[in-house]
């Protein structure tokens, strides 16, 4: 697949199998969403992998009741590290490039 097709192909998912996802599975993961771009290349993110059904119960919740979300079998959580971003830029690391980086 070309980076064109990549693009034009790219769908939210809301419908999940209950397939099991492997460890080595959820590495590639994380090892494709480091490379994503991110202010002076400090990667102010954080991944939180869950499992339990209680703990996506409550991100679903959290989520405005998106109660698709505990149907999937791993949730990986992005989290900003403000004080890495905080350290860099100062209050618009805090503010802006954080919040970009963890979303891209």
């Known amino acids: 697949m ?3 097709e990549a693009i034009k192909t790219r769908r939210s998912i809301r419908a999940f199998t209950r397939e099991e996802i492997s460890d080595e599975e959820i590495e590639k993961i994380l090892d494709a969403a480091r490379w ?4 002076g290349n400090i990667q102010p993110w954080i ?3 869950v499992r339990k059904p209680n703990i996506k119960r409550r991100i679903s919740e959290a989520a405005l009741n998106q109660f698709f979300i505990e149907e999937a079998p791993v949730v990986i959580v992005v989290c900003a590290d403000q004080e890495r971003s905080r350290m ?6 805090v503010n802006l490039y954080c919040i970009q980086d963890t979303a891209a």
């Open 88 to 93: 860099g830029y100062g209050n618009r690391g």
């Open 36 to 39: 994503a771009p991110s202010a």
């Open 47 to 49: 991944f939180v992998i």
């Open 2 to 4: 070309d980076v064109f």
